[in-house]
């Protein structure tokens, strides 16, 4: 059974979230995410965009936030998404679509109910290809921080 924890709200598979795979990687990706963000390496954690807690990073996400005052779960259920004149979620999903990966698709599975199918497709998806271990969409680097080995930019 696949984790609904990482179902993000956004469209993203929080698996596949640089914050989420630090916290849970632990080791050297955390350390150089904490030094990016310039914090300590307790302050980046996750449990996924369904689990937050308050020592959540997510709980600063703009996307999170925006939804919480909005009393909703999805970016889909929001009128300004509907009406493509959402501007945060605009520069989200460029940003994704850049790297091969389209929110927007993903929310659409999502509000069709194929979330079970979709979490199993995209943790199989974000894996290294040597030595099948999870990893981010964004700071690898062209590099799995697992084995060393080269990876794909993209994980189409």
């Not at 807690?53 to 999805?74: R, Y």
């Not at 659409?108 to 290294?128: D, M, N, P």
């Amino acid at each position: 059974m696949a984790n609904k924890n990482l179902v993000g709200r956004c469209g993203l598979y929080c698996g596949a979230c640089g914050i989420y795979r630090a916290y849970k990687d632990n080791g050297e990706f955390l350390k150089k995410l904490a030094e990016g963000f310039k914090c300590s390496p307790e302050k980046v954690r996750c449990e996924g965009c369904m689990a937050l807690t308050p020592e959540c990073w997510g709980n600063g996400c703009k996307i999170v936030q925006c939804l919480q005052s909005k009393d909703l779960e999805f970016c889909y259920q929001c009128s300004e998404y509907v009406k493509d004149s959402c501007e945060k979620f605009r520069k989200l999903a460029q940003r994704y679509a850049k790297i091969g990966v389209d929110v927007r698709v993903n929310l659409e599975r999502i509000r069709k109910g194929e979330t079970e199918e979709w979490l199993r497709e995209s943790e199989k998806k974000y894996r290294c290809h040597s030595c099948g271990k999870p990893l981010p969409v964004y700071g690898t680097e062209g590099k799995c921080y697992h084995c060393g080995k080269d990876v794909p930019e993209r994980f189409i």
